[in-house]
């Protein structure tokens, strides 16, 4: 029995673990809890990214964090700093335009991080 019971948690932490993903992305639209998405990957080549596969909507809960994401140059990876003001609802958000590191599980989101600022205006 309790060898049962070590396979049925060593299962349910690999199928958490398989459901939770990362990407880059672009928010399409916010509405309410249900945020569309856009997966995008980098092209080299245009140095542009490119949308990949079709959007997706997921659902964000009131734990749902939403973040400035900056790009560690030691790890390569975004990482995320401080809260976005106004969260979800933040202005610019669902733009359409909005590139972000996007942390789900399974359809649920979990974690936004909005890339970039804008572009600075030359004096």
């Known amino acids: 029995m309790r060898k049962i019971v070590a396979v049925i948690a060593v299962f349910g932490v690999c199928l958490s673990v398989a459901v939770a993903d990362e990407f880059l992305g672009i928010v ?19 140095k542009k990214s490119e949308p990949v596969g ?45 590139q972000a590191w996007i942390v789900t599980d399974g359809d649920k989101l979990t974690e936004l991080r909005v890339m970039g600022g804008g572009k600075k205006k030359a004096n």
């Not at 030691?74 to 909005?98: F, I, M, P, W, Y």
Request: net charge positive; charged share 35%.
């Open 28 to 46: 399409k639209k916010v509405d309410g809890n249900k945020v569309t998405v856009q997966k995008t990957k980098y092209n080299k080549d245009t």
């Open 54 to 98: 079709d959007e997706m909507t997921l659902t964000a809960s009131p734990t749902t964090k939403v973040v400035k994401g900056a790009r560690n140059a030691d790890t390569k990876k975004v990482e995320g700093g401080e809260a976005v003001e106004g969260g979800l609802n933040a202005k610019g958000l669902s733009s359409g335009k909005a």
